[in-house]
């Protein structure tokens, strides 16, 4: 089946400084999907992408749908201690979804 | 409740028995999915759900793992003869459809911790 394929797969950064994290896959997806999981929590959505070449922006994320349909990025702006956590990218496989291994985000406030 | 609800939240075994746990979606979301995540890794697909039919149960290690879904609702996954390996975090999820165009926003629960010693 499709690999997505995350990276880093760890980040340590300051409180306020900005992140960058990237998925990509052999194969092409017709949707992006980007969730995070808090410690002891099930994952949550974040944000979701349809379209190719879509930009789209939740509050201080952005994320956008790569124009070859086999990537896709997320943003973090200024980062703050609750966005520790890790966040994964997902797409829809058959009828069900396929998630990256993950980038585990540590934040040093 | 409002979300999807697991349990029981904390399971420790012994090898060799078998375990039940159940994952109780959002009311009205028709199709079920359930993950596992070992230490440190990501989520890995069991099998989901449409209604009762599982039309996709390709990841479910081996013949040891079932799953049955009653009354388009209630999940239960069934682990036998549990062994060390099978420590994980059992993720349940729901969604209103199966997945198309333009849904793909599954709904988790909490998780269901297994430990087996």
């Known amino acids: 089946g499709q690999q997505l394929n995350q990276s880093p797969q760890s980040m340590f950064i300051q409180e306020g400084e900005d992140v960058s994290m990237n998925c990509t896959s052999s194969?092409?997806?017709?949707?992006w999907l980007w969730y995070k999981q808090d410690p002891g929590e099930g994952p949550v959505l974040l944000i979701a992408?349809?379209?190719?070449?879509e930009l789209t922006s939740n509050g201080r994320l952005t994320a956008q749908f790569g124009i070859t349909r086999k990537d896709s990025f997320l943003n973090i702006s200024a980062s703050i201690p609750s966005d520790v956590g890790i966040y994964f990218c997902?797409?829809?496989?058959?009828?069900?979804?396929?998630f990256g291994a993950g980038t585990i985000l540590r934040v040093k406030s | 409740g409002a979300g999807v609800s697991q349990s029981p939240s904390n399971k420790v075994t012994e090898k060799g028995k078998d375990v039940e746990l159940r994952c109780d979606p959002i009311?009205?979301?028709?199709?079920l999915y359930w993950y596992r995540q070992s230490l440190g890794q990501g989520l890995e697909f069991l099998i989901y759900?449409?209604?009762?039919?599982?039309?996709?149960k390709s990841g479910l290690p081996s013949d040891r793992f079932s799953a049955e879904r009653t009354g388009g609702s209630v999940s239960t996954l069934t682990i036998q003869r549990t062994q060390q390996e099978d420590s994980a975090v059992y993720l349940c999820?729901?969604?209103?459809?199966?997945?198309?165009?333009?849904?793909?926003?599954?709904?988790f629960g909490e998780g269901s911790r297994l430990t087996v010693l």
């Open positions: 999820a729901s969604s209103r459809l199966t997945l198309g165009a333009r849904t793909g926003e599954l709904f």
């Open positions: 194969s092409i997806f017709n949707t």
């Open positions: 992408l349809y379209k190719a070449g």
């Open positions: 997902a797409g829809p496989q058959g009828g069900k979804l396929v």
């Open positions: 009311s009205g979301h028709t199709a």
């Open positions: 759900f449409q209604g009762n039919s599982a039309p996709d």
